[in-house]
Nanobody, 116 residues
Framework: QVQLVESGGGLVQAGGSLRLSCAAT????????MGWYRQAPGKERELVAS???????HYVDSVKGRFTISRDNAKNTVYLQMDSLKPEDTAVYYC??????????WGQGTRVTVSS
């Protein structure tokens, strides 16, 4: 099964930027959509951005205009550019299939901490 490895998280001040990467061990072009999820302390995991194989994107309202998702099928990698970060963006970020009910095994995620 395809495995997912997230990276790029860290500690950043409010207003700063980070770029997350999700490297897959196999082809992601087989999946109609890939997505980035996040789980904040004490909260459920939520889908914040998704991108189809055709490049159509969708964002949750709280990140619209600040986050940009992209994918490079040749590199089997999905990216999340996060700008104008806010303390409420603090969470562990994961990537996975971004549509339907099927999910690959979750990776370890990458932690993002935004200080005020």
């Amino acid at each position: 099964q395809v495995q997912l490895v997230e990276s790029g998280g860290g500690l950043v001040q409010a207003g700063g930027s980070l770029r997350l990467s999700c490297a897959a061990t196999g082809s992601i072009s087989d999946f109609f959509a890939m997505g980035w999820y996040r789980q904040a302390p004490g909260k459920e995991r939520e889908l914040v951005a998704s991108i189809t194989s055709g490049g159509n994107t969708h964002y949750v309202d709280s990140v619209k205009g600040r986050f940009t998702i992209s994918r490079d099928n040749a590199k089997n990698t999905v990216y999340l550019q996060m700008d104008s970060l806010k303390p409420e963006d603090t969470a562990v970020y994961y990537c996975n299939i971004g549509v339907g009910v099927r999910r690959l095994t979750w990776g370890q995620g990458t932690r993002v901490t935004v200080s005020s």
